[in-house]
């Protein structure tokens, strides 16, 4: 691997809302405060915080407005909140009111599978490019960020593989919106670094120089971080993770965690690539949730570095 000098990379941690929103057992609000807390004081400027979904579908995140009431306000950093819909949207907007911090971003998504999206969010690919349309002009119209994943660009759980012309086409109809960035999602660990080389290519010669791409992988069959530093490779300048590698999709059997955190920071300590997070800080803080979670999370890097 190449250690030659790179752009920066941008980590956006993920932990709080995809790292914990498969998790049974619930997590307290002040534990994710306390493990957003910890990242942000691990220098991650850029955090998904919590997710707008009806509690009855993911039990984990039904305290997101208390969670995102109880954000440190620090002008370095952005908090993302993730709309599945219209609706999202408006109870993001609604964290801003009254002088509030709130959410700095709406992070929506669309599902590049008809059967999936239907699972995810009731939304056929269609209708899922026409709601997120509406749902990133509205965002942006009121004051907010808005930036859209691509969900499940290389498998489906359902359907199997997914054709890359097919997300070549969703994300054409998202960037006619203008969101701040595009990201690609391998929602159950099944592509590899050949695919998200030749995809995320694709991406990279469609979108105007103001839409930036980030990446977001799991770690389902051991490939998630090859795929990571293909992405980087490819021109990605934003890749997700989640403390630990903790993580997984109600709506995906078997989907496994996110790509660790971090091992994603000592993949690019090692490869020369600046990213601003301190890996012993993120150990400590895996130490600390793991006493939390009552379990050992999945980073290799922090097992073996502990």
Known sequence: MSTKSRSAIKILEVGPRDGLQNESEIISTADKLGLITHMLDAGVTRMEVASFVHPG??????DAEAVIAGLPDRDDVSYIGLCLNKRG??????????????IDEAGCVIVASDTFGQKNQGQTIKEGIRENREMIRFAKAEGLKAQVTISAAFGCPFEGAVDPETVVHIAEEMAAEGPMEIALADTIGVGVPAQVSDLFGRLKELL???ITMRAHFHDTRNTGI?????????????????????????????ATGNIATEDLINLLNRSGVEHGVDLRKAIATNQWFAGVMGRSLPSLVARAEA
């Open 57 to 62: 579908r993911v039990p984990q995140m039904a």
């Open 89 to 102: 949207v408006l109870r993001g907007l609604a964290t801003r009111e009254g002088n509030k911090r709130g």
């Open 208 to 210: 105007p120089d103001d």
């Open 226 to 254: 090859a795929n990571a530093w293909a992405a980087v490779e490819a021109g990605v300048q934003t890749l997700d993770s989640s403390l630990g590698g903790l993580g997984g999709c109600p709506f995906a059997p078997n």
